[in-house]
C-alpha cells in the first residue's frame, strides 16, 4: 500500500507530471499523424518461406495437378523421406559404384551395414506408400519409370509407383562424384531428352534434389531449384529442348487438389 501511495505521489509532482503528460500528448500527436503507416504495417500480410502457398500458386497447383492427368509428361520427383547423415555422399558412392553388379546397377543396400545412411527411413517408406496409395486412388497415369541406383530412390520407386524399368549412375545427386559442372548438366540433358513419353502417361524418373538444373532447361534461369522430399517438376519436352513446367514443391501441393470438401 505504502509503494501505491509513494507512486501516486511521485507522479503528481509538478516536475514530473507536467513532462510526463506532455511526452504522452506528443505521442498521441506522433501516432495520429502517421495512422496511415501504422495501418499498413498491421494490414501487411505475414511473409512465408513456401513460395507454393500464395492464391497464384495455389490456381497453377490446380491447373497442373489436372493437366498432368492427360499424360506426356516427364516428372522428376525427389524421394521420400531419407535420415540425414552428415557424410551421406561416401555411402551413395558405395551403393552405386562399389559393387561388381554392372555400371548402372546398384548395390542395393537394403540389407547391408550402412542401409540407415542410403535408404528411406521408417517415415520415408510410410510416405512413399501412402504416396502411392493416393495415385490409384486417382488413376494417376504412370507410364515408363527410372531410378537411381541409390537405395531411397528405388525404395520410392518400388512402393509409389510400383517399380522401374531401369537405373542409371547419371541420376545420382552430385555429391559422390568429381565432375565438370557444364558435363554433367550435358550428360543430364541428354539422358532426359533420350526418356520415352507415352502421350498418354507420364515418364517417371524417381531420384534426388540437385539432378535437375537451370542449364539443362530452356526456359528457367533460377539457379536455386529445389524440391522438398516427396516433391516433384513437371517437365516437357519440345523440339529437342526441356521446359520446366512446374514445381510441386510438396507432395502435398499436389495431390490435395484430387480432394476437394
Known sequence: MRIKQNLYTWLLKPTFGIGFIFVLFSSLINLYNNKGLVTAILSKPLKTTNKNYTSSDDKNNAYWARKIMEGGYILHFRHAERDKWIDVTMYDALESDVHANGKNESRYAEEDYFKEAVCLNKRGLIQAKAMGEHFVNIGFPVGYVVSSPSCRSRQTANLAFGGYKSLDRVLVHDGPYKELRSERADNLKKYYLNLPIDKTKNTIVSAHNSVIRSSML????????????????????????????????????????????
Open 218 to 261: 530452356a526456359n528457367n534461369n533460377d539457379p536455386k531449384l529445389d524440391l522438398e522430399e516427396g516433391g516433384f517438376y513437371v517437365i516437357s519436352k519440345r523440339n529437342g529442348k526441356l521446359y520446366l513446367e512446374h514445381e510441386f514443391h510438396y507432395f502435398n501441393d499436389f495431390i490435395k487438389n484430387f480432394y476437394i470438401r
